[in-house]
């Protein structure tokens, strides 16, 4: 399985990297209010587009200036997840997607949140990247905007309304498959982690 790296090269707050992972965390609450109060689609989906880019841009950065961090670590994933929700809950409040694919989602999280305490109890903070992680996380950013645009579309005539839906739908589907995909191989890891543990935990009784 391909890891990112994730070793922690600086404990500077004010990174490049940081201010944008910052700067997307502040856009979610506008973008929940862009799409149900004044409907203005069109912002909001230029909005998650600039999301989707700073969070490819912030991860490019940190690892080629030597700028990951530990708070990095903590905000870059923490956005995604804020974008990700925000997104399936204002699609789904206005009808644009079922509800049953936000339980979906969100449930991979939820049982993500668990293993992590079980983790964090043991003294580890966190699981690395990969990317397969990060594949899932792309096409959700991307068929969210899509299906958005398939909603906002819709009355237009030919077909743009249904286009945008087919590739909204073919970026969700495959964004929702990756992610618990990639949400099995994290419990995988976390599985191994703990075994390790134990046997060394057992090694050093014995000793």
């Known amino acids: 399985m391909d890891v ?17 992972s910052f700067a997307r965390l502040l856009g979610v609450p506008l973008f929940l209010w862009l799409i149900l109060v004044p409907h203005a689609d069109g912002w909001a989906i230029v909005l998650l587009t600039i999301s989707g880019i700073t969070d490819w841009l912030d991860g490019k950065i940190a690892r080629a200036t030597g700028q990951i961090s530990r708070l990095g670590q903590l905000l870059d994933p923490l956005a995604d997840r804020a974008y990700i929700a925000a997104t399936l809950l204002g699609l789904a409040i206005r009808g644009t997607i079922p509800w049953w694919l936000v339980g979906l989602l969100l449930a991979r999280d939820l049982i993500l949140a668990g293993v992590l305490a079980v983790l964090k109890r043991r003294g580890i903070t966190g699981l690395p990247v990969h990317f397969l992680g990060k594949a899932a996380t792309f096409n959700l950013l991307w068929g969210f905007p899509f299906l958005l645009l398939g909603d906002s579309a819709t009355g237009t005539g030919l077909t743009l309304a249904d286009a945008a839906r087919v590739l909204g739908w073919a970026f969700a589907i495959w964004g929702t498959a990756l992610y618990w995909w990639a949400g099995l191989l994290y419990i995988e890891q976390a599985r191994r982690i703990v075994k390790s543990n134990v046997g ?7 000793e």
Not at 4 to 20: A, G
Not at 200 to 206: L, T
Request: avoid cysteine.
């Open 4 to 20: 990112q790296e994730t070793e922690v090269q600086t404990d500077r707050i004010l990174t490049i990297p940081n201010m944008l």
């Open 200 to 206: 060394n935990d057992e090694h050093m009784i014995k």
